[in-house]
């Protein structure tokens, strides 16, 4: 049974940065791409950032480009998105996903997914 945990969400003033961590449990062979999603109150879930499981390839949304850094230690099961530069804009519950470099990097969505975790950016 695939397990996807993350952590490192919070409250941060606009400007600051958060890292996020996301451990995946029961990974199977065919998922071989990581990602982020987020989903602020009222909106639908959107895509943040991808990464291959060798780490070789990326992708982020044009929001995040350049603020937002996805990095994955497969030795350890472990993927982390690095976010700088937050706005107000970026507050949202952030989602890890696992599953194939078609759904991941193509599609931008996944079937499956963590908990969640809370991101608050305050003025």
């Known amino acids: 049974q695939v397990q996807l945990v993350e952590s490192g969400g919070g409250l941060v003033q606009a400007g600051g940065s958060l890292r996020l961590s996301c451990a995946i449990y029961g990974r199977t062979w065919s998922m071989d791409a990581m990602g982020w999603f987020r989903q602020a109150p009222g909106k639908e879930r959107e895509f943040v950032a991808a990464i291959t499981w060798d780490g070789g390839s990326t992708a982020y949304a044009d929001s995040v480009e350049g603020r937002f850094t996805i990095s994955i230690d497969n030795a350890e099961n472990t993927v982390y998105l690095q976010m700088n530069s937050l706005s107000l804009e970026d507050t949202a519950v952030y989602y890890c996903?696992?599953?194939?470099?078609?759904?991941?990097?193509?599609?931008?969505?996944?079937?499956?997914w963590g908990q969640g975790t809370q991101v608050t950016v305050s003025s």
């Open positions: 996903a696992a599953d194939s470099v078609a759904t991941m990097f193509i599609s931008r969505t996944s079937e499956y």
